[in-house]
């Protein structure tokens, strides 16, 4: 079982940037296509992004294409969520989750091996 751990939450104000990192503890993500959720307090798990495991292939929600980039390291080790021009509405639990069907799945049913999780707050 993979244990997947997010890091790089904060607060900014409106327009600022934040870097999430995901890692697996004890293992490698290098096989694994791997996806970005978010949960804001009151609503549903929402998909943010997806990655294939060759890292080349990307897939967005509508509400963050252009702001946000889903990346992965050459050694494919850490998964990483850039978010730009940050919005107030951007606020939640942010997630990271390894992909058990197609790669570029908006569905969380489709994600096993999600992490705790790393809270985003951004004031306005």
């Known amino acids: 079982q993979v244990q997947l751990v997010e890091s790089g939450g904060g607060s900014v104000q409106a327009g600022g940037s934040l870097r999430l990192s995901c890692a697996a503890s004890g293992g490698t993500l290098s096989t694994y296509d791997m996806g970005w959720f978010r949960q804001a307090p009151g609503k549903e798990r929402e998909f943010v992004a997806a990655?294939?495991?060759?890292?080349?292939?990307?897939n967005y929600a509508d509400s963050v294409k252009g702001r946000f980039t889903i990346s992965r390291d050459n050694a494919k080790t850490t998964v990483f969520l850039q978010m730009n021009s940050l919005k107030p509405e951007d606020t939640a639990l942010y997630y990271c989750?390894?992909?058990?069907?197609?790669?570029?799945?908006?569905?969380?049913?489709?994600?096993?091996?999600w992490g705790q999780g790393t809270q985003v707050t951004v004031s306005p």
């Open positions: 989750a390894v992909n058990r069907a197609w790669w570029g799945s908006r569905r969380s049913d489709d994600y096993i091996y």
């Open positions: 990655i294939q495991w060759t890292g080349v292939t990307t």
